[in-house]
């Protein structure tokens, strides 16, 4: 079976093509390169032995999708292409709503066109906004979203049910990731964000390696065990695997939407991430409490029983893994 994967030399993406080709997938990929390196493809190869077709385009190109349908029969897409900074989005909330609205209707006009109606969807736990309750369940539904990336991703879910509504013979797999970090245990593939990073993880890293000189520990006057904030990560190879269990169900069940949380379902501290870090890869990260990060919430995780029941996923690896990678894929780039 032949899956293109948009946005295939991004984090998630490079994972999940790893996934795809251990799995016996032909991958053909189609990335802009905006937030990714050509040399990707290579550790891509030296991990896999195997090759992919790739394409330098932007998924806001019709005609560029056109050709790539045109050139290759695709079975079945997976879409992680676009723009995913939440600050940068509140500041530049066009240029979000463009590049993630239009690459994802273009590429379903597309694949409308050609028959192909087999999609997963990147969506994110963002869609949830900030609820009663920490635990978040499919069934609970959108939330109000808090920034214009969020809002992007609830959109295309909208379109996507919408597009189903209309057409049932689509098989569509929407997956709400928590927070990714980790990397390929090879330490070839990961993620390498441009500048100052906003996230967790990647933030502890450059305070290790030196990069940068304090770790700012958003508040520690939350309602949670040790008053930092509390959220689900999720090893980035656990969710690569996710995106295969994903596939197989659509091609094996056929036609339907099917909504899954891809997280541990376990709730994870600030402290708790830095200290596991500094354990396990016998560091330290120098840190000071500051105040709470606007428009940040107290505590969430997912609840991952649908993905387990109908998936039979689950996620394998523990926050000491997601610590002990990231700072060996860290240490190999620096
Ligand atoms: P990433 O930025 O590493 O990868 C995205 C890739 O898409 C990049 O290689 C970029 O060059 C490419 N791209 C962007 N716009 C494009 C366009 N118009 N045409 C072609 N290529 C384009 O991001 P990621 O962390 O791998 O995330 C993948 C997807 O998962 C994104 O849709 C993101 O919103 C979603 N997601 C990510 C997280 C996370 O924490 N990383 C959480 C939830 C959801
Ligand atoms: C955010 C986005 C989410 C996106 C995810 C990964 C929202 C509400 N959240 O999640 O959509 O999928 O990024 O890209 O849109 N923290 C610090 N110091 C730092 C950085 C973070 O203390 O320097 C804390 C935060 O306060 C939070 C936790 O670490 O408690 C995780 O933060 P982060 O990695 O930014 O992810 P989220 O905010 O959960």
Redesign the pocket.
């Known amino acids: 079976m032949k899956i293109l994967v948009t946005g295939g030399l991004g984090f998630i993406g490079s994972h999940t093509i790893v996934e795809l080709l251990e799995n016996d997938f032909e991958v053909v990929v189609v990335d802009n390169l905006y937030n990714s390196k050509i040399e990707v493809l290579d550790k891509i190869k030296e991990i896999t032995g195997k090759e992919v077709k790739f394409y330098k385009e932007d998924v806001c190109d019709k005609s560029a999708l056109e050709k790539i349908f045109k050139e290759n029969k695709i079975d079945g897409v997976i879409h992680f292409a676009g723009y995913?900074?939440?600050g940068e989005s509140c500041k530049k909330p066009l240029m979000y709503y463009h590049n993630n609205l239009m690459s994802t209707i273009n590429l379903l006009e597309v694949m409308k066109d050609n028959n192909v109606k087999r999609f997963i969807f990147s969506s994110?736990?963002?869609i949830y906004g900030e609820r009663e309750t920490p635990k978040y369940v499919e069934e609970m539904g959108r939330g109000k979203?808090?920034?214009p990336?969020?809002t992007t991703?609830a959109m295309i879910e909208q379109i996507l049910e919408d597009l189903y509504s209309s057409d049932n013979e689509w098989a569509i797999s929407i997956l709400r990731?928590?927070?990714?970090?980790g990397a390929h245990s090879s330490g070839l593939i990961g993620e390498s964000p441009n500048g100052i990073?906003?996230?967790?993880?990647?933030?502890?890293l450059k305070v290790a390696s030196g990069g940068l000189d304090v770790?700012?520990?958003?508040?520690n006057d939350?309602p949670t065990p040790d008053g930092?904030?509390?959220?689900d990560y999720i090893h980035v190879v656990d969710l690569a695997k996710g995106h295969i269990s994903a596939l197989n169900k659509i091609t094996k069940s056929g036609p339907g939407i099917y909504t899954y949380n891809l997280g541990s379902g376990k709730g994870v501290?600030?402290l708790e991430?830095v200290k596991t870090f500094e354990k396990v890869n016998n560091i330290k990260v120098n840190y000071r409490i500051?105040d709470?990060?606007p428009?940040?919430?107290?505590e969430?995780y997912a609840d991952p029983s649908k993905a387990l029941k109908e998936l039979g996923w689950k996620t394998e690896k523990t926050v000491e893994d997601m610590c002990r990678d990231s700072w060996n894929f860290m240490k190999n780039n620096m």
Do not use: Q
């Open positions: 995913k900074a939440v994110s736990a963002t979203t808090t920034n990336y969020g991703k990731y928590f927070n990714p970090i990073p906003n996230n967790l993880m990647p933030y502890i770790l700012n520990v958003f508040g939350y930092t904030g509390v959220r501290s600030v991430l500051t709470r990060r428009g940040d919430i107290a969430n």
